[in-house]
């Protein structure tokens, strides 16, 4: 199975993905955290990402696709994977079509993380991450057992750089944008799944699932 996680930024999609790949056995590939790697390893590719990282705009089509497509010739994806964060462009979900058809396979269903941008902005402001897991936690929602310290490694948290006020605004402009026409290139293949990610991070996984199997979609 094939899926792709689509949301705002702090809709709640890497959470989700962690969450939804473990019960269904699926990868999870997360574009955002590809680059961060890319950036912490200091690889050329991160000191080309990072400065549009920062910005909080999105890097090229060109360069996120051969990331992506690269990923998923990986072993794991083979018998499928979540895809978070890709595509983000109608260029990019185009490319992704074709990457998948040419394994005989396709998009089995997009699933929209819905969430009101004001609560988006609490969301971020208040996001730690682990530096082994990048298990996202929320100092108010979702703390660590221990401040500071991841509950499943141990890793230290951290807060990204692009979670700061002025580049969350600029990310929120850019998903409304570029990224929001996905919902009707997906909504025109049928392949659309929408969510209330208000709801609690349990209840929401429960809704994918169940989304999931409302429309008759099972492993593969
Ligand atoms: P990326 O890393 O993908 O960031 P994003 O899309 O901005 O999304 P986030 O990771 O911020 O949010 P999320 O939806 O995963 O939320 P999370 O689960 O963490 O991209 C970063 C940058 O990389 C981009 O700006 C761009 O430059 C580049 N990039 C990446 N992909 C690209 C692409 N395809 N093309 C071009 N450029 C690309 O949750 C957020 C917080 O909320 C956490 O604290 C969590 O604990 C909490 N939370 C989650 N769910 C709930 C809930 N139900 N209730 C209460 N709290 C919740």
């Known amino acids: 199975m094939f899926l792709v996680f689509l ?27 590809l680059f961060r790697e890319a950036v912490a390893k200091g690889a050329e590719l991160g000191k080309t990402v990072k400065a549009y990282m920062d910005k909080g705009v999105l890097v090229p089509d060109k360069v996120t696709i051969q990331l992506v497509s690269e990923r998923l010739n990986e072993p794991d994806c083979k018998s ?3 895809f978070d964060g ?9 490319a992704l079509d074709e990457m998948l058809a040419s394994r005989n396979a396709a998009i089995d ?28 936690y929320h100092e108010i929602t979702s703390p660590p057992k221990v401040p ?15 979670d700061t006020e002025e ?12 990224t929001t026409p996905l919902l009707d290139y997906y909504k ?4 659309l799944v929408t969510v209330n990610g ?20 099972e492993p593969k």
């Not at 269903?109 to 996202?136: F, N």
């Not at 499943?152 to 990204?160: E, V």
């Not at 580049?167 to 944008?177: D, G, S």
């Not at 025109?188 to 392949?191: E, Q």
Request: proline share 3%; net charge positive.
């Open 148 to 162: 500071g310290k991841c509950d499943k490694c141990g890793g230290k948290l951290y807060q990204r750089s692009d």
């Open 198 to 217: 208000e709801l609690g991070i349990e209840e929401v996984a429960e809704e994918i699932i169940s989304g999931l199997r409302l429309k008759s979609v």
């Open 109 to 136: 269903k997009a699933v929209y993380i819905k969430v009101p941008q004001k609560e988006l902005l609490k969301r971020l402001g208040g996001r730690w991450i682990c530096r082994v897991c990048q298990t996202p």
């Open 7 to 33: 949301g705002a930024p702090g809709a709640g999609k890497g959470t989700q993905a962690a969450i939804i790949s473990q019960k269904l056995g699926l990868a999870h590939i997360a574009s955002g955290d």
């Open 80 to 82: 499928g994977c979540i």
């Open 167 to 178: 580049t969350i605004k600029e990310r929120l402009r850019v998903y409304f944008e570029q």
């Open 86 to 94: 890709f595509p983000r462009t109608i260029e990019q979900a185009k």
């Open 188 to 191: 025109a293949a049928d392949k």
